[in-house]
């Protein structure tokens, strides 16, 4: 059985830093890629951040890049979202996921092809 748990998120003022942890069990992950999105209230679920298992090469959405550091750790499987430089526009609950196969470069950012998720963590940034 496929587990993503999330955890790390809470509330923190603009400028500040937060960690994310996904724990990950129940796939073979030697050659995939996880993932994390965000979902503010009345948006769409957006891409921040994904890295590879095996390769460590990392992607990053448009709005976070140069800000988070996505980064895993293989002998825990587990994935890692630094956030620093926090703005309000953060605010949204962060997931974990993982595809079933290995993505290409274009698939990376695309929610349609993580099929295990976790269950999310709120993170919330005052300004």
């Known amino acids: 059985q496929v587990q993503l748990v999330e955890s790390g998120g809470g509330l923190v003022q603009a400028g500040g830093s937060l960690r994310l942890s996904c724990a990950a069990s129940g796939l073979s992950f030697s050659t995939y890629h996880m993932g994390w999105f965000r979902q503010a209230p009345g948006k769409e679920r957006e891409f921040v951040a994904a890295v590879s298992w095996s390769t460590g090469r990392t992607y990053y959405g448009d709005s976070v890049r140069g800000r988070f550091t996505i980064s895993r750790d293989n002998a825990k499987n587990t994935v890692f979202l630094q956030m620093n430089a926090l703005k309000s526009e953060d605010t949204a609950v962060y997931y974990c996921?993982?595809?079933?196969?290995?993505?290409?470069?274009?698939?990376?950012?695309?929610?349609?092809?993580?099929?295990?998720w976790g269950q999310g963590t709120q993170v919330t940034v005052s300004s």
């Open positions: 996921a993982a595809p079933s196969r290995s993505l290409s470069s274009w698939e990376i950012g695309i929610r349609g092809y993580y099929v295990y």
